[in-house]
């Protein structure tokens, strides 16, 4: 009889390889938001925001470890698609260990949605979730990042950015039009939701 193949760290991280590459990427990445990943309560709560009972296309901004992409794998229909974008190459290695069919990963700015999403087929987002930091762009990055945002959700879609301040939330409502708010004061730091719907 065959021995059982054992399935090491490499090929399934823990959770203290997802805590121990998270602080790393921190230290040595001014782009990295926050030195320690997103509570799981905030996942849920924003997560349950969103419907999975049909086949969707979900892009998200700033994956890091994937406290949200996994919870949105978890979540979403056998047909739908994830498209990742992490920047940080360790974080984004991290995340491709997780075999998933419905999973692709980029390491290129969000500003470049546009051109990933037509490379590898994927059509206008349902949803778009971002935690990048957007604090630390320009408000050039920021405008442009936020209108390519926009071109790539399809009618009715939505935009979904937590951040931990309300920076963003005057150029969201600029670009989307009115959005729906809410915060996480447990969180650490203290989480702020943006929901703007594309009309």
């Not at 998200?60 to 470890?65: D, L, N, S």
Request: glycine fraction near 4%; include cysteine.
């Amino acid at each position: 009889m065959a021995k059982k193949k054992k399935v090491t760290s490499k090929e399934n991280p823990s959770a203290l390889d997802h805590t121990v590459a998270y602080v790393k990427s921190f230290i040595k990445d001014r782009n990295v938001a926050s030195v320690t990943p997103t509570s799981s309560h905030v996942v849920n709560q924003i997560c349950d925001r969103m419907r999975f009972d049909r086949d969707l296309t979900v892009i998200e901004y700033g994956a890091g470890t994937g406290v949200f992409t996994f919870e949105l794998l978890k979540r979403m229909t056998p047909g739908s698609r994830l498209l990742a974008f992490e920047t940080n190459p360790d974080l984004a290695e991290l995340l491709e260990k997780h075999n998933d069919l419905r999973l692709a990963v980029s390491t290129e700015s969000a500003a470049r949605v546009s051109e990933v999403r037509n490379d590898i087929g994927l059509p206008a987002a349902d949803y778009i979730l971002s935690g990048i930091p957007f604090s630390f762009f320009d408000a050039g990055l920021r405008r442009e990042i936020v209108l390519k945002t926009y071109d790539n959700i399809r009618p009715e879609g939505r935009f979904l950015v937590y951040q931990a301040s309300w920076m963003m939330k005057d150029l969201i409502e600029e670009i989307f039009g009115n959005i729906d708010t809410d915060s996480y004061l447990l969180n650490i730091p203290p989480m702020f939701l943006m929901d703007a719907i594309r009309n």
